[in-house]
């Protein structure tokens, strides 16, 4: 994941910055790194680590979310 | 497709791989073969939403590398994440009221790993106007269960992806009381409603509430309904499980259901769904009888499965492709 991107994307689980997928499954995972933050349960470095497994996992999909949030 | 019982016994006996959806008198009936089925005789179909004892619903999985079928009791249902293939698809019938389903819907949120293996199925069912029994079957064993869930694991061929997304008529209004839940539970009788505990049962009828809008939690602007099965004796129950620590508001009023659904099919425009699922609660409220909501062909079910159980809202399965370079 580019710099740019990865500090949007740290932006979006801080809940600093707004974006919802196309892909409901990217959704339902940005709900759950928000919630483990909130709660404290997780750091940052671990749910940026799950979101970039996800990503790789599905780079069809990644793709187009990847190129929204950079150009948020 | 809907087809006749001789039609769906031809395509088993041709080693089709199969997802069926049907009456139980109808399934009982068919061949061991290459396929997994659940009970429902309600349908959207190309013709329209219909009951029907006489036909069932098949969707071919034509784009299978492999499949291997496996079924699962509450005590090991989450094996699924590990028993699914790495690029694959996860399709999942579980029955109504049973203890499995009962686990998965409260439990599979917070299940390491689910969201990386895409997970679609639905709950299985019965005629509403019966005392029925919800099944599965395993086709390929030739066994059904009441009390078990019954997994197709569809292995991919690389460059393909499965993507599960949902129809979802209701939203909320971020100016409406914040109701939250003490526990993930399929029943409560206290909650906090902007932080105030009450009875729930007495706030839905203080309020005048129409308990067929469902509960809504915005997971980043995906929201995810929780219908209310009924309310009395102080207890309100529900057909998929609140959780704890998720906001939850009431859903907007929506005037005209069926108007609503079809403004939303077309905002969701998807190509080629291989398998949708559209809830009992949109078939009654939605008036779908009859209703044709191209290209949504599925099974009518008891609850749908996208990762974790949602209700009141239609799910579909596409298959998309990497881009040739």
């Known amino acids: 994941m580019e710099v740019a991107v990865k500090e949007k994307v740290e932006k979006i689980l801080r809940g600093e910055l707004r974006y919802t997928s196309a892909n409901l499954a990217f959704n339902m995972l940005i709900s759950k790194m928000q919630k483990r933050l909130r709660a404290g349960s997780v750091d940052m470095d671990t749910c940026m680590k799950e979101m970039d497994e996800f990503l790789a996992k599905y780079p069809i999909v990644a793709k187009v979310d990847l190129a929204n949030i950079a150009a948020l | ?325």
């Open chain 2, 1 to 325: 497709m809907l087809v006749k019982l001789d039609e769906a016994v031809r395509l088993i006996n041709e080693g089709k791989i199969l997802h069926i959806a049907a009456d139980d008198s109808l399934l009982r009936q068919l061949p061991k073969g290459k396929w997994i089925g659940g009970t429902t005789p309600y349908f959207i179909s190309e013709e329209g939403g219909l009951m029907t004892k006489e036909r069932l619903f098949v969707n071919e999985i034509d784009y299978a590398e492999e499949i291997r079928v496996e079924s699962y009791g509450k005590y090991n249902i989450f094996q699924i994440v590990e028993e699914c293939y790495d690029n694959g698809l996860t399709m999942l019938i579980m029955p109504y009221g049973s203890l499995v389903a009962t686990k998965y819907a409260k439990e599979a949120p917070e299940v390491e790993e689910l969201l990386m293996h895409p997970t679609v199925g639905w709950i299985s069912g019965f005629d509403l106007t019966t005392n029925g029994t919800a099944s599965v079957y395993d086709g390929t064993r030739g066994v059904s269960y009441t009390d078990k869930a019954v997994a197709m694991y569809i292995k991919l061929p690389e460059g393909k992806s499965a993507m599960i997304n949902m129809i979802n008529i209701f939203s909320d209004d971020k100016t409406d009381p914040v109701i939250r839940f003490y526990d993930n539970d399929l029943s409560v009788t206290k909650c906090t409603v902007n932080g105030q505990e009450v009875t729930f049962s007495e706030y839905i009828k203080k309020t005048g509430i129409d308990t067929k809008m469902p509960l809504v939690a915005d997971y980043n602007g995906s929201y995810i309904n929780t219908s209310i099965k009924d309310v009395a004796d102080g207890e309100v129950s529900f057909y998929a499980p609140v959780f704890r620590n998720i906001e939850y508001r009431f859903a907007v009023n929506v005037d005209d259901y069926a108007a609503r659904f079809r403004e939303k099919i077309n905002e969701a425009g998807a190509r080629n769904p291989v398998l949708s699922c559209n809830c009992i609660l949109n078939y009654q409220f939605g008036n779908l009888s009859g209703q044709k909501i191209p290209p949504y062909t599925g099974p009518v079910t008891f609850g749908e499965v996208a990762y974790q159980l949602i209700n009141q809202t239609l799910v579909y399965c596409e298959i998309l492709e990497e881009e040739p370079k």
